[in-house]
């Protein structure tokens, strides 16, 4: 068994340490807010624990140690149609490993793909067949992680990133033919490459499964659609709907309405910006109350530090709007609108209400999303939240691989 030859030459990620030393002085220097009243996060992150994370992340935690980590693995600094485009590789070990590509969302990295690059490469060294090997790519999405600056490029969303993968895969890194995956805005991403190049797609894997034409119309930025809830909904399904409002509401609102004035505060405030997304990987993980049951200190920091240090953190909101402003419009009317082959993964924590894990499939297929996909293989799996390849990287690497087992 050999490794794909790679014409690029690796260029491992680094951060300055001038601009460690500015985030060291712009943490100690933090302003705080008052926060009276909030140990139950009833108004949002808890100064009690954000505190403690913050200290943390002067005195003890180690962003050296993490570099190390992920340059472990190759990366690449490329630019396709005048985007700067950053991207992780792990080499296929096995006869003929398949071109892979993964794509992440908000507010993701490209190192939540981290647990299952490793298996989904070199399936033999896990006691898999080699047969089953890829070729990972893993970029950060334009205006995430290091794929910055591109000031000439302010109008990224998902379709227009899908058509940057389309030319990185075939014409910068010369593949015929490629496989993808991908999840909450890398679901979109992944989706449009389905619905555009399925004819250079073996197939895709999504962990979500939603329209196209998810962000096109003037309420967008409102999950309800401005649709009241019926009076005759029972309780229990009405405490859910409020609940999965209450979880996503406030970050879709703010990021398809205004993403550019929150991002002032953001940009200048590590304290502030580590604040909005905690929100996020707190209450969108099945972390049964804790953190850091999904994401240690360590690990939340890492992630953090990949969007403070290259400045990230209003182009990567801004991919809401985008896909707002510039809506969706097909590139052909045929249905399934995404005709590549598609397996999807579904989660316990995200079950919409009154939907259970023994249900969800049957759901999907019932709803007015099941349509628009060629769908060969869905799973729901009980446990595991929105970061599914992080929460539950075994299930999610056996999901992908049965997508595309006879589609080699």
């Known amino acids: 068994m050999t490794t794909n030859p790679f014409a690029l030459k690796p260029s491992p990620i680094h951060v300055s340490d001038e601009r460690l030393a500015d985030l060291q002085y712009r943490l100690k220097s933090t302003r705080w807010p008052l926060d009276a009243g909030n140990e139950d996060w009833f108004y ?3 100064r009690n624990y954000l505190e403690e994370l913050v200290d943390y992340w002067i005195h003890e935690y180690d962003w050296r140690k993490s570099e190390k980590a992920i340059n472990a693995y190759e990366h690449y600094n490329v630019q396709v149609d005048g985007v700067p485009v950053h991207f992780m590789r792990k080499p296929g070990v096995g006869p003929n490993p398949v071109p892979l590509i993964l794509s992440h969302g908000w507010p993701w990295t490209f190192w939540h793909w981290s647990k299952v690059i ?7 060294a896990f006691g898999s067949d080699p047969a089953d090997a890829f070729d990972v790519i893993v970029p950060s999405l334009p205006g995430f992680g290091f794929s910055t600056p591109a000031p000439n490029k302010p109008d990224m969303n998902f379709w227009k990133i899908a058509d940057l993968w389309h030319t990185l895969m075939t014409d910068t890194l010369g593949y015929a033919k490629y496989a993808a995956g991908g999840c909450d805005v890398g679901a979109l991403v992944t989706g449009q490459l389905g619905h555009k190049y399925s004819d250079e797609l073996y197939a895709i894997h999504i962990g979500s499964a939603q329209k196209l034409n998810l962000f096109n119309g003037e309420r967008a930025w409102d999950l ?7 009076d005759e909904i029972p309780e229990q399904i009405r405490s859910r709907i409020l609940e999965f409002d209450r979880r996503f509401a406030s970050h879709l609102a703010v990021h398809v309405l205004d993403p550019s004035t929150l991002a002032y505060g953001l940009s200048d405030s590590p304290v502030g910006m580590l604040a909005w997304i905690l929100e996020r990987w707190t209450r969108w993980s099945d972390n049964k109350g804790n953190v850091e049951n999904v994401f240690t200190k ?3 920091l890492t992630h953090a530090t990949i969007f403070w240090a290259n400045n990230t953190i209003e182009t990567s ?4 709007a985008n896909a707002n402003r510039y809506p969706w419009m097909p590139a052909h009317d045929r249905m399934p609108a995404i005709e590549a082959p598609t397996g999807i993964t579904f989660v316990g924590y ?3 209400p009154g939907v259970t894990t023994e249900t969800r ?3 999907f297929l019932d709803s007015d999303r099941a349509p628009w996909y060629k769908h060969v293989n869905i799973t729901a799996h009980e446990h595991g939240g929105h970061f599914i390849p992080w929460e539950t990287p075994d299930k999610w690497v056996e999901d992908l691989r049965r997508t595309f ?3 080699r």
């Not at 909101?317 to 809401?320: A, I, N, P, S, T």
């Open 118 to 124: 490793d298996p989904l490469a070199d399936p033999g």
């Open 405 to 407: 087992q006879g589609r």
């Open 350 to 352: 995200e079950n919409p």
């Open 298 to 300: 360590d690990d939340i």
């Open 44 to 46: 949002g992150v808890s």
């Open 317 to 320: 909101m801004r991919v809401y």
């Open 224 to 230: 309800s659609g401005g649709r009241p809830i019926p």
């Open 361 to 363: 499939v049957q759901n």
